[in-house]
T-cell receptor, first 117, second 111 residues
Framework: GAGVSQSPRYKVAKRGQDVALRCDPI?????LFWYQQALGQGPEFLTY????????KSGLPSDRFFAERPEGSVSTLKIQRTQQEDSAVYLC???????????????FGDGTRLSIL | GQNIDQPTEMTATEGAIVQINCTYQTSGFNGLFWYQQHAGEAPTFLSYNVLDGLEEKGRFSSFLSRSKGYSYLLLKELQMKDSASYLC????????????FGQGTTLQVKP
């Protein structure tokens, strides 16, 4: 498809389990972002990739969160030993621009709604 | 710290005009984005302002005053489908393009 695709759309896990969330960005987009969105709040930045390089991971809440984009296209956000406070919608966004090339609109996927029981 | 403020909720009538305000205090400022988000869906890009003034795009317009740290989104000829959350987001220089979002304004359009 033409847009950003995320899977799964919904994920339910028990506390302590590991989860992996996938993002397929728009083809050719250099930049990829992960955001976390709590109910009734705006998205909060987690991490940023330019191609395969993770240039900013300042928003990751703890070392249980890990993201990768090994071939500069698909990205995976992994959460280990999940906790109830990890319940949120995880949004992926991509844009054409690389670092230093000015603002470009970010195109978002529909997100993965994660519920930790 | 970074602070972006928007009203939590607004209600307006179909066919009317509504203005959604956003004020920001950030360490550095590059530009300001507005996104629309329907419940359970992806945020979609509406507008981007980097210079002071009004940007018009069909029924939607966005205004920016850098000196006042203030922006607004103006929606004209409201339609029921405009019921959604409207997100204000700031980008800062040298920060990889990541966005700092406000909490969003939920707009309800009534017949």
């Amino acid at each position: 498809g033409a847009g950003v695709s995320q899977s799964p759309r919904y994920k339910v896990a028990k506390r302590g389990q590991d989860v992996a969330l996938r993002c397929d960005p728009i083809s050719g987009h250099v930049s990829l972002f992960w955001y976390q969105q709590a109910l009734g709040q705006g998205p909060e930045f987690l991490t940023y990739f330019q191609n395969e390089a993770q240039l900013d991971k300042s928003g990751l809440p703890s070392d249980r969160f890990f993201a990768e984009r090994p071939e500069g296209s698909v990205s995976t956000l992994k959460i280990q030993r999940t906790q109830q406070e990890d319940s949120a919608v995880y949004l992926c966004a991509s844009s054409l621009a690389g670092r230093g090339l000015g603002d470009q609109p970010q195109h978002f996927g529909d997100g993965t709604r994660l519920s930790i029981l | 710290g970074q602070n972006i403020d928007q009203p939590t909720e607004m209600t307006a009538t179909e066919g009317a005009i509504v203005q959604i305000n956003c004020t920001y205090q950030t360490s550095g400022f590059n530009g300001l984005f507005w996104y629309q988000q329907h419940a359970g869906e992806a945020p979609t890009f509406l507008s981007y302002n980097v210079l002071d003034g009004l940007e018009e795009k069909g029924r939607f317009s966005s205004f920016l005053s850098r000196s006042k740290g203030y922006s607004y989104l103006l929606l004209k000829e409201l339609q029921m489908k405009d019921s959604a959350s409207y997100l204000c987001a700031v980008s800062r220089p040298g920060n990889t393009g990541k966005l700092i979002f406000g909490q969003g304004t939920t707009l309800q359009v009534k017949p």
